[in-house]
């Protein structure tokens, strides 16, 4: 079978309009930006399509829409954005039949996107990141074919710890959970105190309180912090805690 890469380059040369998914919660960083100079390079039309919207408040989606062109914001969870998204793949190609090729993260929302495009189970999904195996051909109608292709890493990124945060490696496979949510935690403080309503003076110290709030404990009653770790690592990932905004 031809290597992750090897169909994303296949869809990039094959498709007319390059859609990338992005997560509206962290958008620089689930921008790849080694498939982004692909693009480029093959001389493609690109399209920002941010998921889940509904977990950010419309400030931040504002501020994107001026660095990220063109772009729309969807909610796959909450049907909004779809309707939009058509007509804008639509304007692009002119209204003629056009093949649109969805890149991105694993994880980071593609298959959900093309299931409320063209209806349920059009692709198939899992919260298993990485789910998509293989590029998928989903007609969304008669003008418009949408080239599913697996998740990819840039291949020179091996932060485990970003990967962890964006959902592309799964909360549960991570290697070193704790890093990544100590990471997290760091970065989303007031957020991670707000939903899990604790307080302390420096990361370890609130993943050691939700430990102990959840009953997270190794043997002694000492705070189990790989557990507590994946707790977080879930709740994030699965979009239970909003990001606050600034």
């Known amino acids: 079978m031809p290597s992750f890469w090897e169909q994303v380059n296949k869809v990039l040369r094959e498709a007319d309009i390059i859609i990338e998914v992005l997560d509206a919660r962290m958008i620089e960083e689930t921008r790849n930006k080694e498939v982004e100079d692909k693009i480029?390079?093959?001389?493609?039309?690109?399209?920002?399509?941010?998921?889940?919207?509904?977990?950010?408040?419309?400030?931040?989606?504002?501020?994107?829409?001026?660095?990220?062109?063109?772009?729309?914001?969807?909610?796959?969870?909450?049907?909004?954005?779809?309707?939009?998204?058509?007509?804008?793949?639509?304007?692009?190609?002119?209204?003629?039949?056009?093949?649109?090729?969805v890149v991105g993260y694993p994880n980071v929302g593609k298959s959900s996107l093309i299931n409320a495009l063209g209806g349920k189970h059009k692709a198939k999904t899992s919260s298993e990141s990485g789910y998509t195996k293989g590029v998928q051909k989903i007609r969304i109608s008669p003008k418009i074919l949408l080239l599913d292709t697996p998740g990819v890493f840039p291949n020179k990124e091996k932060d485990l710890a970003k990967h962890g945060k964006i959902g592309a490696v799964d909360y549960s496979k991570i290697k070193d959970p704790e890093v990544a949510a100590l990471t997290l935690i760091n970065e989303e403080s007031?957020?991670?105190?707000?939903?899990?309503?604790?307080?302390?003076?420096?990361?370890?110290?609130?993943?050691?309180?939700?430990?102990?709030?959840?009953?997270?404990?190794?043997?002694?009653?000492?705070?189990?912090?790989?557990?507590?770790?994946?707790?977080?690592l879930k709740d994030w990932q699965t979009g239970k805690i909003k990001p606050c905004t600034y």
Not at 215 to 231: D, F, M, V
Request: net charge positive.
């Open 40 to 101: 480029q390079k093959y001389g493609k039309q690109m399209l920002y399509v941010i998921t889940k919207s509904d977990l950010v408040d419309q400030k931040t989606a504002e501020q994107a829409k001026k660095t990220l062109t063109p772009s729309v914001f969807i909610s796959a969870k909450e049907r909004f954005g779809t309707t939009i998204l058509k007509k804008k793949i639509l304007e692009l190609s002119r209204g003629q039949p056009v093949v649109v090729g």
């Open 190 to 232: 007031e957020a991670m105190r707000d939903y899990y309503d604790v307080s302390g003076e420096d990361a370890e110290e609130v993943l050691e309180k939700i430990a102990f709030k959840f009953n997270k404990l190794s043997k002694g009653g000492l705070p189990n912090l790989e557990i507590a770790a994946r707790l977080v």
